[in-house]
């Protein structure tokens, strides 16, 4: 398939980056395929050859930017360039079942995962079951059930970037917000796209 026969938006190094993904994503169970994605991530941040799209590198005040810069027709994945202002993050959340491959392409995130420890309706319990500074070319992977976590972008004044390999499209996903003594509230919540231009 030709460069111009792929879907999703232009940038320099795209038929490379995309089939290095597809390559990942053929290796087999979800272990493997998130292990592979993990190590071909890590190589595509440092390949000199890749360079996202300029858009992924301007923030977006009031919200972390979710531009989904590839879709694949074949094997279904989702690549999505999220782009952390200044002290932006997530609340604790899911994805829905998903596993999904994370990257920092530029920058530096804190990254906390979560253990549920019991649910009530939408009422759940958590504990905070490891964090971690994830500094540029760092890749880390989520397998259902252990998908909880948050991802905050803690400097002040430089912007990060992360690239996010979906299983498929999330469009959706439970969000937790705290309500005291390690519980926390489910709530439902619409993960729209921002434009990738």
Same mark, same amino acid.
């Given at each position: 398939?030709?460069?111009?026969?792929?879907?999703?938006?232009?940038?320099? %190094? /795209?038929?490379?980056?995309?089939?290095?993904?597809?390559?990942?994503?053929?290796?087999?169970?979800?272990?493997?395929?998130?292990?592979?994605?993990?190590?071909?991530?890590?190589?595509?941040?440092?390949?000199?050859?890749?360079?996202?799209?300029?858009?992924?590198?301007?923030?977006?005040?009031?919200? #972390?930017?979710?531009?989904?810069?590839?879709?694949?027709? $074949? #094997?279904?994945?989702?690549?999505? *360039?999220?782009?952390?202002?200044?002290?932006?993050?997530?609340?604790?959340?899911?994805?829905?079942?998903?596993?999904?491959?994370? %990257?920092?392409?530029?920058?530096?995130?804190?990254?906390?995962? #979560?253990?549920?420890?019991?649910?009530?309706?939408?009422?759940?319990?958590?504990?905070?079951?490891?964090?971690?500074?994830?500094?540029?070319?760092?890749?880390?992977?989520?397998?259902?059930?252990?998908? #909880?976590?948050?991802?905050?972008?803690?400097?002040?004044?430089?912007? *990060?970037?992360?690239?996010?390999?979906?299983?498929?499209? $999330?469009?959706?996903?439970?969000?937790?917000?705290?309500?005291?003594?390690?519980?926390?509230? /489910?709530?439902?919540?619409?993960?729209?796209?921002?434009?990738?231009?």
């Amino acid at each position: 398939m030709s460069p111009a026969a792929l879907p999703g938006i232009p940038f320099e %190094g /795209r038929e490379r980056f995309i089939e290095a993904i597809d390559a990942a994503v053929r290796s087999g169970d979800e272990h493997a395929v998130t292990a592979q994605l993990r190590s071909t991530l890590c190589a595509l941040i440092r390949d000199s050859d890749v360079h996202l799209p300029a858009c992924v590198h301007a923030p977006i005040e009031d919200h #972390y930017a979710r531009r989904e810069i590839y879709r694949s027709p $074949i #094997y279904g994945y989702s690549v999505v *360039a999220m782009t952390w202002g200044p002290g932006q993050g997530t609340p604790v959340h899911d994805h829905c079942g998903l596993w999904c491959v994370e %990257g920092v392409w530029h920058g530096e995130l804190e990254i906390t995962q #979560y253990e549920m420890l019991e649910a009530h309706g939408e009422r759940c319990r958590f504990r905070a079951a490891g964090g971690m500074q994830a500094g540029t070319g760092s890749a880390g992977s989520l397998i259902p059930p252990h998908e #909880y976590h948050s991802i905050a972008n803690a400097s002040s004044d430089r912007i *990060a970037v992360s690239v996010h390999i979906y299983q498929a499209p $999330i469009e959706h996903c439970c969000k937790f917000e705290p309500v005291g003594d390690d519980w926390y509230r /489910r709530i439902d919540a619409r993960l729209p796209v921002d434009d990738a231009a």
